[in-house]
């Protein structure tokens, strides 16, 4: 009995993975080739502008004929960046190409499938599909709702305390869960934070991780610092703007003496429209982002806008640390969702993933908007 199309397809997702903190804005992609049940060759998306995982598996080896591609994602059909890949793969004259997921984007769905079915060449769909989405989650929500990803991270005491009624709020966490959150940082498109989390703490939000640690050969990516400041209270001076990758600020502020000083220390100053209350219309950013191809957002701010992110649906994601100690119930709490008057109101979540980081826990959630 020949190796399962599982075994080969849960290969070309582990060459995937090794686009994780490279691929942006382009989806982690991987591919193996096979030919009589043996491996010939591997290849993965490496970076956006260089060539797709098909390519560099073709690169890679001499490729017999009526060999088996595995894809976890659709071959392209269209001219994107770089020559489809469709025509690649049929060059080397395969028997059968079989892929995880179809492009999302709905322009070119199932269009690169037919292109090969109709060169004759027998093609299976869906093998680990849940598996490839999953590691593209926001490449799949950008294509189909013009929405990013968007991930709330969280650092709390064990009664959900995120900063002291003060403010306070170094460190809640150990050591090895912020080192985690670096590789959270890492694989992100954009890092978002508000005016009030930044004049607070003054976080840099860079990836303090370097190529090594990341497994990158071209050096570590740093992701754009989104920063909501509806009123422009930031000044260029805090941390952020001296660190780090481009910092974005969203606002809705007409003050343009407050918008070219952040300008000149190299902020990039997004106005948007205002939402009922006058200030940022969340939404609006989002979508602006995904405008911007950002197709996944890590998010660190305190209880007023992760409770606004979630309340509003535009939240996917919570990857909460709990951290062993008690601050009380006069500490401030991770969501602020106003008063909820019925259990109905409550914000449901399903557990997805469990571990111990250090003396910490840390908890991956998914939302059901
Ligand atoms: N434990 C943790 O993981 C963690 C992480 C980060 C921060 N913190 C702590 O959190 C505290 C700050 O919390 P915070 O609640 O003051 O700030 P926050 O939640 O970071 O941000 C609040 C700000 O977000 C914007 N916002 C909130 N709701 C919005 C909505 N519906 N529409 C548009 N914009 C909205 C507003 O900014 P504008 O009006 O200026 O636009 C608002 O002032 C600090 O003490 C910090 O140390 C803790």
């Known amino acids: 009995m020949g190796t399962p199309p599982e075994a080969w397809m849960a290969e070309a997702l582990r060459a995937a993975r090794r686009g994780l903190y490279s691929t ?15 491996r010939v060759a591997t290849g993965w998306h490496e970076y956006t502008g260089g060539p797709h995982a ?11 004929r009526g060999a088996d591609f595995y894809v976890t994602m659709e071959p392209c059909s269209h001219h994107g960046r770089t020559p489809p890949c469709v025509d690649a793969v049929l060059a080397c004259r395969p028997a059968r190409v079989v892929v995880a997921m179809t492009d999302p984007n709905p322009l070119v769905a199932g269009r690169g499938l037919d292109q090969l079915r109709a060169a004759g060449v027998v093609v ?24 990013p990803h968007l991930s709330v991270k969280m650092a709390s005491s064990l009664d959900g305390k995120t900063a002291l009624r003060n403010g306070a709020s170094r460190w809640i966490t150990g050591a090895p869960a912020r080192r985690d959150v670096q590789f959270l940082r890492a694989r992100a498109s954009a890092i978002l934070s508000s005016a009030s989390t930044v004049l607070a703490d003054d976080p840099s939000l860079d990836v303090r991780l370097d190529a090594q640690q990341l ?41 343009s003496a407050a918008r070219s000083r952040l300008e000149q220390r190299g902020a990039r100053v997004i106005a948007v429209e205002a939402g009922e209350d006058g200030r940022v219309c969340l939404p609006a950013m989002l979508r602006d982002l995904a405008g911007r191809e950002i197709s996944e957002v890590h998010c660190e701010c305190g209880a007023g806008l992760a409770g606004a992110l979630v309340a509003a649906g535009l939240a996917d994601e919570l990857i909460l640390y709990l951290a062993p100690h008690l601050l009380g119930d006069a500490a401030r709490g991770s969501f602020d969702l106003g008063e909820l008057t019925a259990m109905e109101q409550r914000i449901d979540t399903r557990l997805r993933e469990q571990r111990q980081v250090g003396d910490d826990l840390r908890l991956t959630l998914a939302l059901e908007n």
């Open 124 to 147: 299976d769909s869906g093998i680990l599909e849940a598996e490839a989405r999953a590691l593209n989650p926001g490449f799949v929500k950008r294509m189909l709702h013009g929405l």
């Open 54 to 64: 098909e390519v560099n598996a073709i690169a890679a080896a001499e490729i017999p």
């Open 215 to 255: 497994g990158q050969e071209r050096g570590v990516r740093q992701p754009p610092r989104v920063i909501v400041d509806s009123r422009l209270r930031l000044d260029g001076t805090q941390k952020l703007f001296a660190t780090g990758g481009e910092v974005w600020v969203y606002t809705t502020s007409t003050d």
């Open 24 to 38: 942006q804005p382009n989806p982690r992609v991987g591919c193996v080739i096979v030919k009589d049940d043996r």
